[in-house]
Protein backbone atom coordinates (compact mmCIF):
# COMPACT_ATOMS: atom_id res chain seq x y z
CA UNK A 1 0.00 0.00 0.00
CA UNK A 2 2.62 2.33 0.58
CA UNK A 3 4.48 1.99 -3.04
CA UNK A 4 1.17 2.71 -4.53
CA UNK A 5 1.02 5.86 -2.12
CA UNK A 6 4.24 6.74 -3.31
CA UNK A 7 3.45 5.88 -7.14
CA UNK A 8 0.47 7.99 -6.69
CA UNK A 9 1.93 11.06 -5.44
CA UNK A 10 4.66 11.42 -7.91
CA UNK A 11 2.33 10.82 -10.76
CA UNK A 12 0.18 13.93 -9.62
CA UNK A 13 3.55 15.98 -8.98
CA UNK A 14 4.41 15.29 -12.53
CA UNK A 15 1.15 16.30 -14.00
CA UNK A 16 1.21 19.96 -11.68
CA UNK A 17 4.45 20.52 -13.19
CA UNK A 18 3.12 19.23 -16.72
CA UNK A 19 0.21 21.83 -16.41
CA UNK A 20 2.37 24.94 -14.68
CA UNK A 21 5.07 24.78 -17.26
CA UNK A 22 2.36 24.89 -20.05
CA UNK A 23 3.95 22.35 -22.15
CA UNK A 24 0.46 20.50 -23.08
CA UNK A 25 -0.84 23.42 -25.37
CA UNK A 26 -4.24 25.40 -25.15
CA UNK A 27 -6.96 22.89 -24.23
CA UNK A 28 -8.44 21.09 -27.00
CA UNK A 29 -5.42 21.13 -28.86
CA UNK A 30 -3.45 18.25 -27.38
CA UNK A 31 -4.62 15.60 -29.32
CA UNK A 32 -3.30 18.20 -32.48
CA UNK A 33 -6.93 18.95 -33.24
CA UNK A 34 -8.38 22.07 -33.65
CA UNK A 35 -11.32 22.40 -30.81
CA UNK A 36 -14.72 23.36 -32.65
CA UNK A 37 -15.93 25.77 -30.01
CA UNK A 38 -14.72 29.08 -28.99
CA UNK A 39 -11.61 29.39 -26.87
CA UNK A 40 -11.78 29.00 -23.12
CA UNK A 41 -13.79 31.98 -20.94
CA UNK A 42 -14.63 33.59 -24.65
CA UNK A 43 -18.60 34.16 -25.10
CA UNK A 44 -19.74 32.76 -28.24
CA UNK A 45 -20.47 35.15 -30.96
CA UNK A 46 -23.64 35.55 -33.38
CA UNK A 47 -20.96 35.75 -36.10
CA UNK A 48 -19.07 32.14 -34.87
CA UNK A 49 -19.26 29.90 -37.82
CA UNK A 50 -21.12 26.25 -36.91
CA UNK A 51 -18.91 23.07 -37.82
CA UNK A 52 -17.95 22.58 -41.32
CA UNK A 53 -20.25 19.61 -41.78
CA UNK A 54 -23.05 21.75 -41.87
CA UNK A 55 -21.98 24.07 -44.26
CA UNK A 56 -23.00 21.34 -47.25
CA UNK A 57 -25.92 21.46 -49.04
CA UNK A 58 -29.24 19.70 -48.34
CA UNK A 59 -30.69 17.05 -50.20
CA UNK A 60 -32.99 18.69 -52.91
CA UNK A 61 -31.21 21.91 -52.84
CA UNK A 62 -31.09 23.29 -56.30
CA UNK A 63 -28.81 26.41 -55.85
CA UNK A 64 -25.06 27.43 -55.94
CA UNK A 65 -23.45 28.43 -52.92
CA UNK A 66 -25.58 27.06 -50.40
CA UNK A 67 -24.93 25.95 -46.32
CA UNK A 68 -26.93 24.04 -44.02
CA UNK A 69 -29.68 25.51 -41.77
CA UNK A 70 -27.10 26.23 -38.65
CA UNK A 71 -24.58 28.23 -40.82
CA UNK A 72 -27.47 30.16 -42.05
CA UNK A 73 -28.92 31.01 -38.52
CA UNK A 74 -25.55 31.98 -37.53
CA UNK A 75 -25.03 34.37 -40.69
CA UNK A 76 -28.58 35.46 -39.93
CA UNK A 77 -27.48 36.23 -36.60
CA UNK A 78 -25.04 38.35 -37.73
CA UNK A 79 -26.39 40.48 -40.31
CA UNK A 80 -26.85 44.31 -39.08
CA UNK A 81 -30.26 45.35 -38.50
CA UNK A 82 -31.12 48.50 -40.62
CA UNK A 83 -34.21 50.14 -41.57
CA UNK A 84 -34.86 50.78 -45.78
CA UNK A 85 -33.28 53.57 -47.74
CA UNK A 86 -34.56 55.28 -50.26
CA UNK A 87 -35.01 54.13 -53.89
CA UNK A 88 -33.13 57.71 -55.16
CA UNK A 89 -30.82 57.67 -57.33
CA UNK A 90 -31.73 54.18 -58.52
CA UNK A 91 -31.41 52.43 -62.10
CA UNK A 92 -30.97 48.79 -63.02
CA UNK A 93 -28.69 50.15 -65.48
CA UNK A 94 -26.56 50.47 -62.32
CA UNK A 95 -26.04 46.76 -62.10
CA UNK A 96 -24.86 45.85 -64.90
CA UNK A 97 -26.48 42.71 -66.56
CA UNK A 98 -26.24 39.91 -68.38
CA UNK A 99 -22.66 40.03 -68.54
CA UNK A 100 -20.48 38.44 -70.89
CA UNK A 101 -19.51 34.91 -69.72
CA UNK A 102 -17.82 33.54 -73.03
CA UNK A 103 -18.50 30.96 -75.97
CA UNK A 104 -20.84 34.04 -77.12
CA UNK A 105 -23.12 32.91 -73.68
CA UNK A 106 -24.14 35.86 -71.27
CA UNK A 107 -24.90 35.50 -67.40
CA UNK A 108 -28.82 34.28 -68.26
CA UNK A 109 -28.20 31.73 -70.72
CA UNK A 110 -25.91 30.29 -68.14
CA UNK A 111 -27.91 30.05 -65.54
CA UNK A 112 -30.48 28.60 -68.16
CA UNK A 113 -28.50 25.85 -68.92
CA UNK A 114 -27.02 25.29 -65.02
CA UNK A 115 -31.11 24.51 -64.06
CA UNK A 116 -32.72 23.05 -66.79
CA UNK A 117 -32.86 19.31 -68.04
CA UNK A 118 -32.05 18.42 -71.46
CA UNK A 119 -31.03 22.02 -72.49
CA UNK A 120 -30.23 22.43 -76.17
CA UNK A 121 -28.57 26.01 -77.45
CA UNK A 122 -28.04 26.94 -80.83
CA UNK A 123 -25.43 28.54 -82.33
CA UNK A 124 -26.07 32.19 -80.25
CA UNK A 125 -25.75 30.09 -77.14
CA UNK A 126 -29.63 30.60 -76.74
CA UNK A 127 -31.76 28.19 -74.69
CA UNK A 128 -34.07 26.44 -77.56
CA UNK A 129 -35.50 23.21 -75.50
CA UNK A 130 -35.18 21.98 -72.46
CA UNK A 131 -37.28 21.37 -69.26
CA UNK A 132 -36.90 23.28 -66.29
CA UNK A 133 -38.86 23.30 -62.53
CA UNK A 134 -39.59 26.67 -61.24
CA UNK A 135 -38.87 26.27 -57.50
CA UNK A 136 -40.96 29.46 -55.92
CA UNK A 137 -44.42 27.66 -57.83
CA UNK A 138 -43.23 24.34 -58.67
CA UNK A 139 -44.06 24.66 -62.11
CA UNK A 140 -42.43 22.75 -65.01
CA UNK A 141 -41.87 25.09 -67.79
CA UNK A 142 -40.70 23.76 -71.24
CA UNK A 143 -40.19 27.25 -73.18
CA UNK A 144 -36.91 29.28 -72.35
CA UNK A 145 -39.36 32.60 -73.14
CA UNK A 146 -41.49 32.13 -70.44
CA UNK A 147 -38.54 32.04 -67.48
CA UNK A 148 -37.24 34.74 -65.60
CA UNK A 149 -33.80 34.73 -64.16
CA UNK A 150 -34.68 35.89 -60.73
CA UNK A 151 -31.84 37.90 -58.87
CA UNK A 152 -32.62 35.68 -54.55
CA UNK A 153 -32.12 39.34 -53.84
CA UNK A 154 -33.76 41.36 -56.34
CA UNK A 155 -31.27 44.23 -57.10
CA UNK A 156 -33.89 47.53 -55.72
CA UNK A 157 -33.98 46.02 -52.55
CA UNK A 158 -29.98 45.42 -52.76
CA UNK A 159 -29.65 48.76 -53.27
CA UNK A 160 -32.27 49.92 -50.43
CA UNK A 161 -30.18 47.97 -48.14
CA UNK A 162 -26.36 48.91 -49.13
CA UNK A 163 -25.66 48.57 -52.43
CA UNK A 164 -26.32 51.89 -53.40
CA UNK A 165 -22.83 53.38 -51.62
CA UNK A 166 -21.27 50.34 -53.88
CA UNK A 167 -19.16 51.22 -56.96
CA UNK A 168 -20.12 49.71 -60.41
CA UNK A 169 -17.86 46.96 -60.13
CA UNK A 170 -19.83 45.24 -56.87
CA UNK A 171 -22.97 45.64 -58.38
CA UNK A 172 -22.11 44.03 -61.63
CA UNK A 173 -20.18 41.46 -59.31
CA UNK A 174 -23.46 41.21 -57.42
CA UNK A 175 -26.03 40.99 -60.43
CA UNK A 176 -24.26 38.12 -62.00
CA UNK A 177 -23.04 35.88 -59.26
CA UNK A 178 -22.78 32.34 -60.40
CA UNK A 179 -21.27 31.39 -56.93
CA UNK A 180 -23.54 32.03 -54.54
CA UNK A 181 -27.22 31.22 -54.47
CA UNK A 182 -28.65 34.71 -56.60
CA UNK A 183 -29.48 33.63 -59.42
CA UNK A 184 -32.22 31.11 -61.16
CA UNK A 185 -34.98 30.01 -63.56
CA UNK A 186 -38.09 30.55 -62.45
CA UNK A 187 -41.43 31.15 -63.69
CA UNK A 188 -41.78 34.83 -65.77
CA UNK A 189 -45.20 34.92 -63.43
CA UNK A 190 -43.29 34.02 -60.29
CA UNK A 191 -40.53 36.15 -60.35
CA UNK A 192 -43.27 39.12 -61.37
CA UNK A 193 -45.03 38.53 -58.70
CA UNK A 194 -42.35 38.65 -56.05
CA UNK A 195 -40.93 42.02 -57.98
CA UNK A 196 -37.92 43.50 -55.44
CA UNK A 197 -40.16 42.48 -52.29
CA UNK A 198 -38.12 41.38 -49.18
CA UNK A 199 -39.50 37.91 -47.27
CA UNK A 200 -41.84 39.59 -44.78
CA UNK A 201 -43.41 40.89 -48.07
CA UNK A 202 -43.16 37.95 -50.20
CA UNK A 203 -42.83 34.42 -49.70
CA UNK A 204 -42.87 31.83 -52.82
CA UNK A 205 -46.16 29.93 -52.79
CA UNK A 206 -44.35 26.79 -53.08
CA UNK A 207 -43.95 26.54 -49.11
CA UNK A 208 -41.51 23.47 -49.67
CA UNK A 209 -38.99 25.85 -51.38
CA UNK A 210 -39.02 28.32 -47.97
CA UNK A 211 -36.53 26.12 -46.56
CA UNK A 212 -33.77 26.66 -49.45
CA UNK A 213 -35.12 30.53 -50.23
CA UNK A 214 -34.50 31.38 -46.77
CA UNK A 215 -31.02 30.21 -46.57
CA UNK A 216 -30.28 31.68 -50.18
CA UNK A 217 -31.20 34.65 -49.18
CA UNK A 218 -29.35 35.02 -45.92
CA UNK A 219 -26.42 33.96 -47.76
CA UNK A 220 -26.55 36.16 -50.45
CA UNK A 221 -26.54 38.85 -47.67
CA UNK A 222 -24.40 37.70 -45.60
CA UNK A 223 -21.80 37.47 -48.18
CA UNK A 224 -22.28 41.04 -49.27
CA UNK A 225 -23.09 42.92 -46.21
CA UNK A 226 -26.65 43.99 -46.98
CA UNK A 227 -28.09 45.04 -43.54
CA UNK A 228 -32.06 43.35 -42.93
CA UNK A 229 -34.99 44.88 -41.25
CA UNK A 230 -36.67 43.46 -37.99
CA UNK A 231 -39.79 41.78 -40.38
CA UNK A 232 -37.43 40.64 -42.89
CA UNK A 233 -35.23 38.70 -39.89
CA UNK A 234 -38.10 37.71 -38.53
CA UNK A 235 -39.11 35.92 -41.72
CA UNK A 236 -35.81 34.30 -42.53
CA UNK A 237 -35.92 33.03 -39.13
CA UNK A 238 -39.28 31.24 -39.78
CA UNK A 239 -38.30 30.09 -43.01
CA UNK A 240 -34.78 28.41 -42.62
CA UNK A 241 -36.80 26.91 -39.25
CA UNK A 242 -38.74 24.82 -42.16
CA UNK A 243 -35.64 22.88 -42.73
CA UNK A 244 -35.70 19.40 -41.66
CA UNK A 245 -33.73 18.65 -38.36
Known amino acids: MGRQTRVCAGAVAAVLLIGLSGC ?4 GQADGKTPHGPASGAA ?53 HWAEQGDKCDTREVVLQ ?13 AVSGSWKSLYDGVTVNEASKL ?13 SGAAGWDSAKRKAFANDL ?21 DLWQPADKSSWCQYGRAWTTVKSHYGLTVTDAE ?11 AA
Open 148 to 160: DIDHMVPLAEAWR
Open 233 to 243: RAMLTTMIDTC
Open 44 to 96: PSASSTPPAGDAKPLPGDVLPGMVGAAVARAQLAALKTGKPGTMAGYSRDKFT
Open 24 to 27: GGPK
Open 114 to 126: RDGKDVTRDAECR
Open 179 to 199: TRPQLLAVSAASNRSKGDQSP
